[in-house]
Nanobody
C-alpha cells in the first residue's frame, strides 16, 4: 500500500515556473514507477510524465517535453515535477501516481493516486 500527497501547486503567470512534490508513505516507494497526470475541467485525465523505479528512465507527454522534468529521491520517498515555461493550457489539477511495473501512459493502469494539487497559469 502506498499513500501519496502532492504539494506545490498554485497560481503563476505564463512563462513562470512551479515545482510539484509528491511525498509517499510506505517502505516500498523504491519498488514503484512514479508518474504525474493532469486533468483540466471537462477533459480526461492525461499522462504528463513518468519515472522508472531507479530514476534512470523517464517518459514525457509531447506537450510538456523540454519544459517539464520529473525526478525522484528514493531516500526521501518523494517524486518531483519541475515545470518551466508554463502556459495557460497547463492549467489543471495535477495528480501523482504509483504503479508496480514500467511506466505506462494509461491512467487506469496505475495503482495508487494522490488527491491532486491545482495549478493555474494566467495569461
Amino acid at each position: 500500500q502506498v499513500q501519496l500527497v502532492e504539494s506545490g501547486g498554485g497560481l503563476v503567470q505564463a512563462g513562470g515556473s512551479l515545482r510539484l512534490s509528491c511525498a509517499a508513505s510506505g517502505r516500498t516507494f523504491s519498488s514503484y514507477a512514479m508518474g504525474w497526470f493532469r486533468q483540466a475541467p471537462g477533459k480526461e485525465r492525461e499522462f504528463v510524465a513518468g519515472v522508472s523505479v531507479s530514476g534512470g528512465s523517464t517518459h514525457y507527454a509531447d506537450s510538456v517535453k523540454g519544459r517539464f522534468t520529473i525526478s525522484r529521491d528514493n531516500a526521501k520517498n518523494t517524486v518531483y515535477l519541475q515545470m518551466n515555461s508554463l502556459k495557460p493550457d497547463d492549467t489543471a489539477v495535477y495528480y501523482c501516481a504509483a504503479r508496480a511495473g514500467i511506466i505506462v501512459v494509461i491512467s487506469t493502469r496505475w495503482n495508487y493516486w494522490g488527491q491532486g494539487t491545482q495549478v493555474t497559469v494566467s495569461s
